[in-house]
């Protein structure tokens, strides 16, 4: 079993800023690409940053210069530095792993549960 635990989300005032991290706890060989998603009240979710295992980064257009996504290869937590939040930002978090879990096994998307980020105006 692999289970992904985000942590780090609150409410804060727009303009602040936020730090969510996610960890991978399990059988876990491999980690490929991870991510950020967010689903907003009432929206779809979206894809907020990505990360590839040689550290290339993605971001959606909303958050660039704000955001900024990283990982620990080591430690296998990935990170989202949330700055300059706006009201628009409120939504749960959503954190993605690509994972192999063996040697001879398949690459497979795990999501975590979530974690509430609301900004006030």
Do not use: H
Not at 23 to 50: C, D, H
Request: glycine share 12%; aromatic share 10%.
């Amino acid at each position: 079993q692999v289970r992904l635990v985000e942590s780090g989300g609150g409410l804060v005032q727009a303009g602040g800023s936020l730090r969510l991290s996610c960890a991978a706890s399990g059988s876990i060989f491999r980690i490929n690409a991870m991510g950020w998603y967010r689903q907003a009240p009432g929206k779809q979710r979206e894809l907020v940053a990505t990360i590839t295992s040689a550290g290339s980064t993605n971001y959606t257009e909303s958050v660039k210069g704000r955001f900024t996504i990283s990982r620990d290869n080591a430690k296998k937590p990935v990170y989202l530095q949330m700055n300059r939040l706006k009201p628009g930002g409120t939504a749960l978090y959503y954190c993605t792993q690509t994972i192999a879990r063996f040697f001879w096994g398949p690459l497979a998307d795990y999501w975590g549960q979530g974690t509430q980020v609301a900004v006030s105006s």
